[in-house]
């Protein structure tokens, strides 16, 4: 099959994902093969193949919003049915037996394994998973449109339930990438009003569009105080001016796995009982009640289509601003 491979980890200007031939996955025990038809680009990628994340494996196929059709089932394998639409997301597998699975916070666990990360992910005509962690995605979203909801979506979702953000509240949105564009169509039906800081123009002008209340500079003061504000923006410097635009015990939460360091900040920014906390990963539950509540809106994702073998125009776009919504990946087969 085709697959574009990331031999070793480098600055995505040098374009370091190959288009190639690489074996076809058989699906193992319990594991699905799936026709890979979309798969969106997210920065964790970005991450993954300029080594911000230390390296899992290598060489390895990045991508972790797959949508695709069930072809082929593994031993055992009796959920998924041939044909059938799913969705693959950055939780490929976890031991299911740590204290933190345990808790009920598998996003949490000892012993996870990521899709295109530890595992080869979805930038290839097909794809392996466990029929556990697959996804039904709800019938009125077009495969294009489902694939950011995969993780820009779910982890979006997840950061909106950790702020405590409720009905009527202001909700700061720092960074207003894929996640944000997802995430403030949930906060809208949630009728809460969304203050969105982001450096570069189309996205202010989308967040606009989308039903925000404002849209400014990353660093330009919101125009009221904020009861939580979530940072997607890898940007540790961030961290403050967002803080500052908090009201008292109001809640800062960090979306991203990778960010880069925090500066120093006056306590003051931080008591009268503000919280800053940072969000990894999902549990399977936050993506089905996600995608439930997606259908409800119904939400609409904006992408932006790249063929798989233009995977590295797509990342370079994404790390320069370039991309209004979400970069996906269209798979057709050769
Ligand atoms: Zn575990
Ligand atoms: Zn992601």
């Given at each position: 099959?085709?697959?574009?491979?990331?031999?070793?980890?480098?600055?995505?200007?040098?374009?370091?994902?190959?288009?190639?031939?690489?074996?076809?996955?058989?699906?193992?025990?319990?594991?699905?093969?799936?026709?890979?038809?979309?798969?969106?680009?997210?920065r964790?990628?970005?991450?993954?193949?300029?080594?911000?994340?230390?390296?899992?494996?290598?060489?390895?196929?990045?991508?972790?919003?797959?949508?695709?059709?069930?072809?082929?089932?593994?031993?055992?394998?009796?959920?998924?049915?041939?044909?059938?639409?799913?969705?693959?997301?950055?939780?490929?597998?976890?031991?299911?037996?740590?204290?933190?699975?345990?808790?009920?916070?598998?996003?949490?666990?000892?012993?996870?394994?990521?899709?295109?990360?530890?595992?080869?992910?979805?930038?290839?005509?097909?794809?392996?998973?466990?029929?556990?962690?697959?996804?039904?995605?709800?019938?009125?979203?077009?495969?294009?449109?489902?694939?950011?909801?995969?993780?820009a979506?779910?982890?979006g979702?997840?950061c909106?339930?950790?702020?405590?953000?409720?009905?009527?509240?202001?909700?700061g949105l720092y960074g207003f990438g894929a996640a944000a564009h997802?995430g403030i169509?949930?906060?809208?039906?949630?009728?809460?009003?969304?203050?969105a800081s982001t450096r570069d123009?189309?996205h202010q002008?989308?967040a606009?569009?989308?039903?925000?209340?404002?849209?400014?500079g990353t660093?330009?003061?919101?125009?009221?105080?904020?009861?939580?504000a979530i940072v997607f923006a890898p940007a540790?410097?961030i961290?403050?001016?967002a803080?500052?635009?908090?009201?008292?015990?109001?809640?800062?939460?960090l979306g991203g796995?990778?960010m880069?360091?925090?500066?120093?900040?006056?306590?003051?920014?931080?008591?009268?009982?503000?919280?800053?906390?940072?969000?990894?990963?999902?549990?399977?539950?936050?993506?089905?009640?996600?995608?439930?509540?997606?259908?409800?809106?119904?939400?609409?994702?904006?992408?932006?289509?790249?063929?798989?073998?233009?995977?590295?125009?797509?990342?370079?776009?994404?790390?320069?601003d370039?991309?209004?919504?979400?970069?996906?990946?269209?798979?057709?087969?050769?």
């Amino acid at each position: 099959m085709k697959a574009c491979v990331l031999k070793s980890p480098a600055p995505i200007e040098t374009n370091p994902l190959a288009y190639m031939d690489v074996p076809l996955p058989n699906p193992g025990r319990g594991e699905m093969l799936a026709r890979v038809r979309y798969c969106g680009v997210c920065r964790t990628d970005l991450h993954v193949i300029e080594a911000e994340l230390p390296p899992r494996r290598s060489p390895v196929i990045p991508g972790h919003q797959v949508v695709g059709v069930v072809e082929k089932l593994g031993a055992g394998s009796q959920k998924c049915q041939i044909g059938e639409r799913v969705g693959i997301a950055w939780l490929h597998n976890t031991d299911g037996t740590c204290e933190y699975c345990h808790a009920g916070a598998e996003n949490l666990c000892d012993n996870p394994t990521f899709t295109g990360y530890s595992v080869d992910g979805g930038y290839a005509e097909y794809i392996v998973a466990p029929e556990d962690f697959v996804y039904t995605i709800p019938s009125q979203f077009p495969d294009e449109q489902a694939a950011p909801l995969l993780c820009a979506g779910i982890i979006g979702f997840r950061c909106l339930r950790l702020s405590g953000i409720k009905p009527g509240g202001k909700l700061g949105l720092y960074g207003f990438g894929a996640a944000a564009h997802v995430g403030i169509q949930v906060a809208r039906h949630w009728d809460v009003d969304v203050y969105a800081s982001t450096r570069d123009a189309r996205h202010q002008k989308l967040a606009l569009e989308l039903g925000a209340k404002w849209a400014g500079g990353t660093f330009a003061e919101p125009p009221t105080k904020l009861d939580a504000a979530i940072v997607f923006a890898p940007a540790g410097e961030i961290v403050p001016a967002a803080l500052a635009a908090l009201r008292k015990g109001g809640v800062l939460v960090l979306g991203g796995i990778h960010m880069s360091p925090i500066p120093s900040f006056p306590y003051d920014l931080i008591y009268q009982e503000r919280v800053i906390r940072s969000v990894a990963n999902n549990t399977r539950q936050d993506g089905q009640d996600f995608l439930r509540v997606a259908a409800e809106i119904p939400l609409r994702t904006h992408v932006q289509l790249f063929p798989l073998k233009e995977a590295n125009r797509a990342l370079n776009a994404l790390k320069n601003d370039a991309i209004p919504g979400a970069a996906v990946l269209e798979i057709e087969i050769e």
